[in-house]
């Protein structure tokens, strides 16, 4: 296949073109009872999803070389080397040969705060969620496998073109104290303390049609806060559902997640950049906080940063941010021909593991080399943010210690006298590079790595960069491309940093930043050195890539899937109220109204008797769907036989029919007990489902111990939405407590009309 491609390319006398594929997979995990991940309050457990969660790749081949690359955004709090280590398994199995290995393979969390728990293998991140959680794990896993095959099976002769764009008012910097010990000159050169810039890569077949685009934007995937309980993709996977749905179509054409364009809003230097505009403000007074401690009289739990919707609402300020960055986004891809660049020249990529608390990292100034230091958590970490603040009496800006926690924390590991310069001015609340019970509690060995596309190279940290970080990062690659040749000046390279990738190691603050210890220097885990280690780590891999030199792969982290402890409790069994004649899909609480107006401001719930989701994820499917009738019945039955009726809503959908309503003497004969269902044979078409922004799933329990549930589904009429008869439908799966096998449900609700705004 390479000497054919060879071939052609010297009689045509032009390079070969890229060939380019993408792909999209369902990565939603425990829908119930999991920790979610991001801002570790224990109480945040899952209860349902707001929207679906998806992987979304693309590769990059070619045909010249036989060299590929693939990225992967995945709607999760941050990558895993684990996770990567089980993608690269499967995918070699998967499609008959190592395409993809740790090298060539980067995998991106998106950042959302909103995900289940239990997918990284070390200590630290497994507190709140009760241990390794596998159902978590087996999602994501499964998931971006799908999504990488799905895209090295589309490949085909295409092009990429970049295109640069800025998104305002969609972002704020959560630690500006720290952000101002920045050299005066260096800010100098920026008009913001945030990056608003978007780059944007359009991906387009050989005939023009695209097939996606992946773009890079720093903010935090914190819109939905820690209150939240509903499975979230955040502002950056609503943004994706938006782009996706303009180009593929309504749910009614094409179910979200299915269709053939991706549409990829990826992290990148967001350690400091929240999407919470309206700033932190003391809940006690709506005064803001301290400046520098994000304290209110003292207490860091009353300093909260709200999003720009409605009395700070999560879900509008969700909508609100992804929308910004869908409208630039937009139009950035509308115009990536014209007004962008051709991507074009050679894929390669170079990937190194680094043993981060014995590197030795060259100081400026000459003044000689330091050390990193083993992991360890300052006192600030344990404050949070204003995006999710913490508890106890930690505050951030703190460089002093407290006796008391240092008694508590120094039951686990006392740090030493050199650990502690080494990290200083941090004080040490957790020094876990020295804590290795059950198992290691941080990473010490992390990947760094370079992704080429022609003149775009994709820089994967293993951490959030602050903005300042992630500049001078961006900076350093580009001269040192420069200097070995890969491009002819700063300008010709397109360097974006790929946030959160393939492993998670905290944050990267840059040096001078670390003294102001904030949430995000406590959380520099290798010490003040640690963005200098960085810098130099990925200039040697930009002039490796330059030069065509191999580079040293490094020691291997560990796996440690042997040693994973997961006490989260499995689902025991599940329950409803036979005794009063209820089942599962029944319908616990009718409608809120028979009539709903189209003017975008009308919602429907209904709420079901269910099971718990975590019995079957419904992957690539839906808890809910809503539908539209497109063709009334022509005939109708009643199940259900008097006295004693025992009938339920899902013998018609057993029978192929569809739910109309139940009675307990609908066709004249009364029931002791029980009821009878009317069913029918009318036809309905999908409009809406879990995938889909304008639902909600909630899922909850009657009580804590009880094996009792319930599902509440809501339907947010879209404005425009056409009139006419509508039902919503929940399908589960329950466990049945005697024989311990699974079963399919489903449940609708009665029909309901949709009306004219004037109506």
């Given at each position: 296949?390479r000497?054919?491609?060879?071939?052609?390319?010297?009689?045509?006398?032009?390079?070969?073109?890229?060939?380019?594929?993408?792909?999209?997979?369902?990565?939603?995990?425990?829908?119930?009872?999991?920790?979610?991940?991001?801002?570790?309050?224990?109480?945040q457990?899952?209860?349902?999803?707001?929207?679906?969660?998806?992987?979304?790749?693309?590769?990059?081949?070619?045909?010249?070389?036989?060299k590929?690359?693939?990225?992967?955004?995945?709607?999760?709090?941050?990558?895993?080397?684990?996770?990567?280590?089980?993608?690269?398994?499967?995918?070699?199995?998967?499609?008959?040969?190592?395409?993809?290995?740790?090298?060539?393979?980067?995998?991106?969390?998106?950042?959302?705060?909103?995900?289940p728990?239990g997918?990284?293998?070390?200590?630290?991140?497994?507190?709140?969620?009760?241990?390794?959680?596998?159902?978590?794990?087996?999602?994501l896993?499964?998931?971006?496998?799908?999504?990488?095959?799905?895209?090295?099976?589309?490949?085909?002769?295409?092009?990429?073109?970049?295109?640069?764009?800025?998104?305002?008012?969609?972002?704020?910097?959560r630690?500006?104290?720290?952000?101002?010990?920045?050299?005066?000159?260096?800010?100098?050169?920026?008009?913001?303390?945030?990056?608003?810039?978007?780059?944007?890569l359009?991906?387009?077949?050989?005939?023009?049609?695209?097939?996606?685009?992946?773009?890079?934007?720093?903010?935090?995937?914190?819109?939905?806060?820690?209150?939240?309980?509903?499975?979230?993709?955040?502002?950056r996977?609503?943004?994706?559902?938006?782009?996706?749905?303009?180009?593929n179509?309504?749910?009614?054409?094409?179910?979200?997640?299915?269709?053939?364009?991706?549409?990829?809003?990826?992290?990148?230097?967001?350690?400091?950049?929240?999407?919470?505009?309206?700033?932190a403000?003391?809940?006690?007074?709506?005064?803001?906080?301290?400046?520098?401690?994000?304290?209110?009289?003292?207490?860091?739990e009353?300093?909260?940063?709200?999003?720009?919707?409605?009395?700070?609402?999560?879900?509008?300020?969700?909508?609100?941010?992804?929308?910004?960055?869908?409208?630039?986004?937009?139009?950035?891809?509308?115009?990536?021909?014209?007004?962008?660049?051709?991507?074009?020249?050679?894929?390669?990529?170079?990937?190194?593991?680094?043993?981060m608390?014995?590197?030795?990292?060259?100081?400026?100034?000459?003044?000689?080399?330091?050390?990193?230091?083993?992991?360890?958590?300052?006192?600030?970490?344990?404050?949070?943010?204003?995006?999710?603040?913490?508890?106890?009496?930690?505050?951030?800006?703190?460089?002093?210690?407290?006796?008391?926690w240092?008694?508590?924390?120094?039951?686990?590991?006392?740090?030493?006298?050199?650990?502690?310069?080494?990290?200083?001015?941090?004080?040490?609340?957790?020094n876990?590079?020295?804590?290795?019970?059950?198992?290691?509690?941080?990473?010490?060995?992390?990947?760094?790595?370079?992704?080429?596309?022609?003149?775009?190279?994709?820089?994967?940290?293993p951490?959030e960069?602050?903005?300042?970080?992630?500049?001078?990062?961006?900076?350093?690659?580009?001269?040192?491309?420069?200097?070995?040749?890969?491009?002819?000046?700063?300008?010709?390279?397109?360097?974006?940093?790929?946030?959160?990738?393939?492993?998670?190691?905290?944050?990267?603050?840059?040096?001078?930043?670390?003294?102001?210890q904030?949430?995000?220097?406590?959380?520099?885990?290798?010490?003040?050195?640690?963005?200098?280690?960085?810098?130099?780590?990925?200039?040697?891999?930009?002039s490796?890539?330059?030069?065509?030199?191999?580079?040293?792969?490094?020691?291997?982290?560990?796996?440690?899937?042997?040693?994973q402890?997961?006490?989260?409790?499995?689902?025991?069994?599940?329950?409803?109220?036979?005794?009063?004649?209820?089942?599962?899909?029944?319908?616990?609480?009718?409608?809120?109204?028979?009539?709903?107006k189209?003017?975008?401001?009308?919602?429907?719930?209904?709420?079901?008797?269910?099971?718990?989701?975590?019995?079957?994820?419904?992957?690539?499917?839906?808890?809910?769907?809503?539908?539209?009738?497109?063709?009334?019945?022509?005939?109708?039955?009643?199940?259900?036989?008097?006295p004693?009726?025992?009938?339920?809503?899902?013998?018609?959908?057993?029978?192929?029919?569809?739910?109309?309503?139940?009675?307990?003497?609908?066709?004249?004969?009364?029931?002791?007990?029980?009821?009878?269902?009317?069913?029918?044979?009318?036809?309905?078409?999908?409009?809406?489902?879990?995938?889909?922004?304008?639902?909600?799933?909630?899922?909850?329990?009657?009580?804590?111990?009880?094996?009792?549930?319930?599902?509440?589904?809501?339907?947010?009429?879209?404005?425009?939405?056409?009139?006419?008869?509508?039902?919503?439908?929940?399908?589960?799966?329950?466990?049945?407590?005697?024989?311990?096998?699974?079963?399919?449900?489903?449940?609708?609700?009665?029909?309901?009309?949709?009306?004219?705004?004037?109506?």
């Open positions: 296949m000497a054919v491609a060879l071939l052609l390319a010297a009689l045509s006398g032009s390079a070969a073109a890229l060939q380019f594929g993408t792909g999209i997979y369902d990565i939603t995990g425990p829908a119930a009872d999991v920790n979610l991940m991001g801002y570790a309050a224990p109480e457990t899952a209860q349902g999803i707001h929207f679906r969660l998806r992987a979304r790749a693309f590769v990059a081949h070619d045909p010249e070389t036989e590929r690359i693939a990225f992967v955004s995945a709607d999760t709090g941050m990558g895993s080397d684990l996770v990567n280590m089980r993608v690269v398994e499967k995918l070699t199995e998967k499609l008959g040969s190592a395409y993809y290995t740790i090298d060539n393979l980067c995998i991106s969390g998106t950042h959302t705060h909103s995900t728990a997918f990284l293998q070390y200590v630290l991140f497994q507190v709140t969620s009760w241990g390794f959680v596998q159902e978590s794990f087996d999602a896993v499964d998931g971006i496998v799908e999504a990488v095959a799905a895209a090295h099976t589309n490949l085909k002769d295409g092009a990429m073109h970049a295109n640069v764009g800025e998104v305002d008012d969609a972002n704020i910097n630690s500006p104290t720290a952000y101002d010990r920045n050299p005066d000159d260096e800010k100098a050169q920026y008009k913001y303390n945030t990056d608003h810039d978007m780059t944007l359009k991906i387009t077949d050989g005939d023009g049609v695209g097939m996606g685009q992946f773009n890079w934007f720093a903010v935090h995937g914190t819109s939905m806060n820690n209150t939240n309980r509903l499975l979230s993709g955040d502002n996977g609503y943004a994706s559902y938006l782009f996706e749905r303009e180009i179509g309504p749910t009614e054409t094409v179910a979200p997640g299915h269709g053939d364009f991706v549409a990829a809003f990826a992290s990148t230097n967001l350690g400091d950049v929240s999407p919470n505009t309206m700033g403000k003391c809940l006690d007074t709506g005064l803001p906080c301290d400046a520098i401690t994000s304290t209110c009289d003292g207490r860091n009353m300093c909260v940063a709200f999003g720009p919707g409605t009395n700070g609402d999560n879900m509008e300020s969700t909508e609100i941010i992804a929308t910004k960055q869908y409208d630039v986004a937009k139009t950035l891809y509308d115009t990536a021909e014209t007004q962008g660049t051709a991507v074009e020249g050679p894929v390669d990529y170079r990937h190194m593991f680094v043993h608390p014995t590197y030795n990292v060259s100081l400026p100034d000459s003044a000689g080399e330091a050390t990193l230091c083993p992991p360890a958590m300052g006192y600030a970490f344990a404050a949070g943010t204003t995006d999710g603040p913490g508890m106890f009496d930690f505050t951030q800006g703190d460089n002093s210690s407290n006796p008391f240092n008694a508590i924390a120094g039951l686990l590991s006392k740090p030493t006298d050199e650990e502690i310069a080494c990290q200083s001015p941090k004080p040490i609340l957790l876990t590079g020295d804590i290795d019970d059950p198992y290691e509690w941080d990473p010490a060995i992390v990947p760094v790595q370079i992704l080429r596309v022609g003149q775009v190279f994709i820089l994967a940290v951490s960069f602050t903005t300042m970080a992630g500049r001078r990062l961006r900076d350093a690659v580009k001269a040192q491309l420069v200097a070995d040749g890969a491009v002819a000046s700063a300008d010709e390279a397109i360097v974006v940093i790929s946030g959160l990738s393939n492993t998670y190691s905290s944050y990267t603050t840059t040096y001078e930043e670390y003294q102001a904030r949430y995000e220097g406590a959380s520099t885990v290798y010490g003040p050195n640690t963005h200098r280690a960085y810098v130099e780590l990925f200039e040697g891999l930009a490796a890539l330059a030069k065509g030199e191999s580079v040293d792969p490094g020691p291997s982290p560990p796996d440690l899937t042997d040693k402890i997961s006490l989260l409790p499995s689902v025991i069994l599940d329950g409803v109220a036979v005794e009063s004649g209820k089942w599962y899909g029944d319908i616990e609480t009718d409608l809120n109204g028979g009539s709903f189209n003017d975008g401001s009308a919602e429907a719930t209904v709420t079901f008797n269910s099971a718990c989701p975590r019995n079957d994820r419904k992957t690539q499917g839906s808890f809910l769907t809503v539908e539209r009738k497109v063709a009334d019945a022509t005939s109708s039955e009643w199940m259900g036989t008097a004693f009726c025992a009938a339920h809503v899902k013998d018609c959908a057993e029978a192929g029919l569809v739910y109309v309503q139940s009675s307990d003497s609908g066709d004249g004969h009364s029931c002791m007990t029980g009821m009878k269902v009317q069913c029918d044979n009318s036809q309905w078409v999908t409009v809406a489902t879990d995938g889909d922004v304008e639902t909600v799933f909630h899922w909850y329990r009657s009580s804590v111990a009880s094996d009792r549930s319930y599902a509440e589904v809501k339907w947010k009429v879209p404005a425009g939405t056409p009139a006419g008869t509508y039902r919503i439908s929940h399908s589960g799966t329950y466990l049945d407590g005697l024989d311990r096998k699974y079963y399919d449900f489903t449940g609708a609700s009665e029909a309901f009309t949709v009306v004219g705004a004037k109506e």
